[in-house]
């Protein structure tokens, strides 16, 4: 029997940026959802380490948030010395006897450089027992013609690497690696047991299908990229990450597996252990209908509902401020837009300046127009023609709602003209993120 744990995606540094509010946690040295996830990772290690027997710790990619393809930043201090002190714990309880296997994905890696964090941030003399693939080990794999793997002859077991690389970015890459993959086919006249090891998916391109299939019958395929746990097919899993980091990956499990590989009939025991509901705070997304016959007054009677929850005399717990999404539905007119984005930045900002009152970190939202669906064919293009139909119209009417409400001088017509100007900015900036 041989046991692996295999765990993937930690994107220790990882902070929630978007509608955030700017309270600094932990000593003022990491924001709170940042911490979480260094408080679990290390939980996470502590346990492991403690599993009787483990044979492999196996890490599928993204051991850091940054730097990525967006963010040449190195990771924060905080997340490099967490990272450290998984691998003392890691290797401390388990008496550097369990090799620890790490590769290389899209995220902690910095580009068009030889070293990563595992080395700029580690001595890696420390750690015997660490194994790391980066893409500069898979593109000298493919300039040698050479597979990429890693063998433990005492245990009889075989890893075939695959650290993250586009192979689809350029087509001499491509063909490179199509001929390349053909030598991570295991050898099977004898009796190891041969496991792949991936960063990538299907979805974007960046799993090679014959890893993505059971082509060349691995008894089992590693893979990190997607953070959400599950089982892709009988022998292919994503472990997932250890906390949901946006508010898609609300709706996915998050955790690690604990492998059990038959030596000889090659059958497999997977226990899933789920560490998302380890979470300490509500992160969630609130649909909100809006009904063309709510006044902006109902509208913000039905947000203020929502809130209640997070509303105490306790005031703001960075380990328990709740991450909230508000999803708007139903018929939008331009005005309601308007209006739903006036009330939710009037409602956010008295929750962030209230501490005394809100346990809330974030507040984000989104507006989906019914009608959209209705007109399936719709692309951005036409919804700025849309939008720039009567635009003036129906700001002005906004607008005047706004200032009667307000009870406020101003002249309307003047802050219409504005206000189209503005608008007029915004499209265009749209047009030019659309380029990207
Ligand atoms: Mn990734």
């Known amino acids: 029997m041989i046991k692996i744990v295999h765990i993937s995606d930690s994107h220790l540094g990882y902070r929630t940026r978007r509608g955030t509010t700017n309270k600094w946690a932990i000593q003022n040295y990491s924001k709170p959802y940042e911490q979480e996830i260094y408080d679990l990772f290390l939980e996470v290690m502590e346990d492991i380490s403690k599993i009787k027997d483990l044979d492999f710790l196996i890490h599928c990619g ?40 790490y590769i290389e994905g899209n995220h902690g890696v910095f580009r068009g450089y030889e070293y990563t964090p595992f080395e700029s941030h580690i001595q890696k003399d420390e750690y015997p027992n660490l194994y790391y693939f980066k893409e500069r ?15 433990f002859p005492s245990k009889e077991v075989r890893f075939y690497l695959f650290p993250f690389f586009e192979f689809k970015s350029f087509e001499i890459y491509e063909v490179a690696y199509d001929k390349w993959v053909g030598l991570q086919r295991p050898n099977k006249s004898d009796d190891f047991i041969n496991i792949a090891v991936a960063h990538g998916s299907i979805a974007d391109g960046t799993l090679h299908r014959k890893v993505n299939s059971d082509d060349f019958s691995y008894d089992y395929v590693a893979l990190g990229h997607e ?18 980091m946006n508010f898609k990956e609300v709706l996915e499990k998050q955790g690690y597996l604990n492998v059990e590989i038959d030596k000889k009939a090659k059958i497999l025991n997977i226990e899933e252990i789920s560490t998302n509901k380890l979470l300490k705070r509500t992160f969630e997304i609130i ?7 709510h006044t902006s007054a109902d509208l913000e009677a039905l947000i203020r509902n929502e809130l209640k929850p997070f509303i105490s005399d306790e005031g703001f717990d960075p380990k328990t401020a709740a991450r909230l999404k508000f999803n708007f539905y139903g018929e939008i007119t331009f005005k309601k837009n308007w209006q739903i984005n006036d009330l939710m930045t009037k409602i956010r900002s008295e929750s962030f300046s209230q501490s005394d009152k809100f346990n809330i970190l974030q507040i984000i939202w989104k507006i989906f127009d019914e009608s959209e669906d209705a007109e399936n064919d719709i692309s951005t293009g036409l919804i700025q023609d849309y939008i720039l139909e009567h635009p003036d119209e129906e700001f002005k009417s906004f607008v005047k709602e706004k200032l009667t409400e307000d009870k ?8 219409t003209q504005f206000g189209m100007k503005a608008l007029k900015n915004a499209l265009k900036f749209m047009e030019r993120e659309k380029e990207v």
């Open 287 to 293: 649909k909100i209908e809006a009904s063309p016959q």
């Open 137 to 151: 080990d898979l593109t000298n794999a493919i300039n040698n013609n050479q597979p990429l793997k890693l063998e």
């Open 62 to 101: 993204d051991m850091f948030h940054n730097p990525s393809l967006y963010s040449s930043y190195p990771p924060p201090e905080p997340a490099r010395r967490t990272f450290k002190e998984g691998l003392d714990i890691f290797f401390k309880n388990t008496k550097n006897q369990t090799p620890f296997i």
């Open 408 to 415: 406020s001088q101003f002249d309307v017509d003047k802050l």
């Open 227 to 244: 953070h959400g746990l599950k089982k892709v097919s009988k022998n292919h899993y994503y472990s997932g990450s250890l906390l949901p």
